[in-house]
């Protein structure tokens, strides 16, 4: 019986070809992944290895749960809660310490209005690198008190220093769980924790590596220097670019930029 074009033959029996469920490989399946088997592991472990070698260092992040920490400074909720520390030692003069509260709940701290009281506040202190935040309860009397410092506009209310356009690639964070609560504190796998962090009024943080590979850590605002609106969360987590402003206040870098301008590559 001739072979017709598209019709498998049923009397014909090359089981080096034809594959059958119920019946073993074909040999010619099994010489092909015996002899791609070895190549596909070399090819996956260097991978693998080129992967792990571009990973940055998450850096030496602490979250001081043992011990309670205290500051004096000013108080400002501008754009988010923040401790502006004097301190001869810190460029320009000054420190900032990012506020948060326990768990979730920073806008639960009802700080609305508050800019440049003098303070001392009380709390757990996290810290990554140069920058410092404290936790704290959300109840105002537990971690709050007034204090009596000298009047010092220079580090009460610092004036932005525009420091020109920027388009800038990167990912969006929140700066509680990059500082130090968690390590590391950014890709997909901490997308949910992440806008939950925001959502409940942690400030939203970019993180940005330049050509060179040096990094960079910048406080986000809108455009205005005003938080962020909660449009921005769908993008947590995930590659973006935007175009916006670089700020400086204090010592504190802003990448000020609406929701709308970020676009996920």
């Known amino acids: 019986m001739s072979r017709v074009k598209g019709v498998i033959d049923p009397h014909a029996h090359d089981e080096d070809e034809m594959f059958i469920g119920w ?32 990973l940055s260092d998450p850096g ?3 979250w001081m749960t043992g011990d309670t920490h205290s500051v004096t400074g000013y108080l400002s909720n501008d754009p988010h809660p923040l401790i502006r520390v004097p301190d001869a030692n810190a460029p320009f003069g000054v ?3 990012l506020v948060f509260a326990e768990q979730k709940c920073t806008s639960a701290l009802m700080l609305d209005g508050v800019t440049a009281r003098p303070i001392t506040a009380s709390g757990v202190l996290i810290e990554r690198r140069a920058r410092r935040a404290l936790e704290v309860p959300i109840f105002l009397d537990k971690w709050l008190r007034d204090a009596d410092l000298p009047t010092d506009a220079a580090v009460a209310n610092p004036i932005p220093e525009p420091l020109g356009e920027a388009i800038l690639s990167g990912q969006i964070m929140d700066s509680k769980c990059f500082f130090g609560v968690m390590r590391p ?8 924790c992440a806008s939950l962090c925001i959502r409940g009024g942690v400030p939203p943080s970019f993180w940005v590596r330049a050509s060179d590979g040096r990094e960079a850590v910048l406080l986000m605002t809108d455009a205005n220097g005003g938080p962020l609106s909660d449009t921005i969360l769908p993008l947590v987590a995930e590659p973006v670019r935007a175009a916006g402003r670089l700020v400086r206040v204090g010592d504190l870098l802003q990448f000020r930029a609406d929701a709308a301008a970020f676009e996920r590559l």
């Open 23 to 54: 019946r073993g490989s074909p040999m010619v399946d099994r010489r092909f992944l015996l002899a791609a088997l070895p190549l596909g592991l070399a090819l996956g472990a260097g991978g693998a290895y080129i992967v792990a070698s571009n």
């Open 60 to 62: 030496p992040g602490a």
């Open 95 to 97: 420190r900032t310490y």
């Open 185 to 192: 504190a950014r890709g997909r796998t901490h997308k949910a």
